[in-house]
C-alpha cells in the first residue's frame, strides 16, 4: 500500500512530505508558519536595492541606517514588526509600504 504525499516539499531535500509531519526522506520537519515570510533584514535589503533609484527609499535606508546607530532599540522594534507581518514577497513588502 502507498502512501500519497500532499502538501508540501521538504526544503532540506525537496521530497513531497505530509503537512505538519516531518519529512519521510531527513525528518525535518515542515517549517513553522511563524517562520514562513521575510525577515525585517529581508526588508531592509529590499529598501537598499530600492534606494539606487527611488528617492522616497533612499531616504528610508537613511533613516534605517540611523536607527541602527543610534537607536538599536528602535531599530529591533522595526525589524520585529517587519518579520511579524509575514511578508511572502517582495510585491507584499513594497504594497504595504505604499499603500
Known amino acids: ?3 500519497v504525499m500532499t ?3 521538504c526544503k ?3 521530497a513531497l512530505q505530509n503537512e505538519g509531519e516531518a519529512c519521510p526522506n531527513c525528518s525535518r520537519p ?3 508558519k511563524e517562520a514562513r515570510g521575510m525577515t525585517g533584514e529581508d526588508c531592509v535589503k529590499i529598501v537598499a536595492q530600492l534606494s539606487r533609484s527611488q528617492g522616497f527609499y533612499g531616504r528610508m535606508l537613511r533613516s534605517i541606517a540611523e536607527l541602527r546607530e543610534y537607536d538599536k ?3 529591533q522594534e522595526l525589524m520585529d514588526y517587519w518579520t511579524g507581518k509575514h511578508y511572502s514577497d517582495v510585491v507584499d513588502f513594497i504594497m504595504d ?3
Open 7 to 9: 502538501g508540501k516539499t
Open 30 to 32: 515542515e517549517e513553522p
Open 97 to 99: 509600504l505604499e499603500g
Open 73 to 75: 532599540e528602535q531599530y
Open 1 to 3: 500500500m502507498y502512501q
Open 12 to 14: 532540506g531535500c525537496g
